[in-house]
């Protein structure tokens, strides 16, 4: 049997970032309605701050053929370059690779 009740944040360490795990005591029924409660409270706070964020797993491919190496003042070839062109620089370099050889 429980005996401490009071609410509780507990932090941890994740693989992305800080784990917040909350213990609260809620009526059955109100379960989802209380958790939606908290989240937008914890949203708004999170908001007010712009420098946290969130994490979550992501994943990078390099392209070399696409990127190259850094240029002399450590920017990415592909700074700047918009969704059009990278996609016609993709789709140059699949046509000229898919030919028969």
């Given amino acids: 049997m ?3 009740l009071t609410p509780i944040v507990y932090t941890g360490a994740g693989p992305y970032g800080i784990i917040l795990t909350i213990r609260y005591l809620t009526q059955i029924r109100q379960r989802h309605s209380t958790e ?3 989240w937008e409270d914890l949203l708004r706070v999170v908001a007010q ?3 946290i964020s969130f ?3 992501t994943q990078r491919i390099y392209a ?3 990127e190259g190496p ?3 003042e450590g920017q990415n070839k592909l700074a700047g ?3 059009e062109e990278l996609a016609a620089r993709v789709n140059e370099h ?3 690779n898919s030919r028969p050889r």
Wanted: hydrophobic letters at 40%; charged letters at 15%; proline letters at 8%.
């Fill in 70 to 72: 850094q240029t002399a």
């Fill in 81 to 83: 370059v918009s969704i």
């Fill in 64 to 66: 070399n053929w696409l």
């Fill in 2 to 4: 429980f005996t401490k």
């Fill in 94 to 96: 699949n046509e000229k």
């Fill in 36 to 38: 939606q409660a908290i």
């Fill in 55 to 57: 994490a979550y797993p």
């Fill in 49 to 51: 701050h712009p420098d």
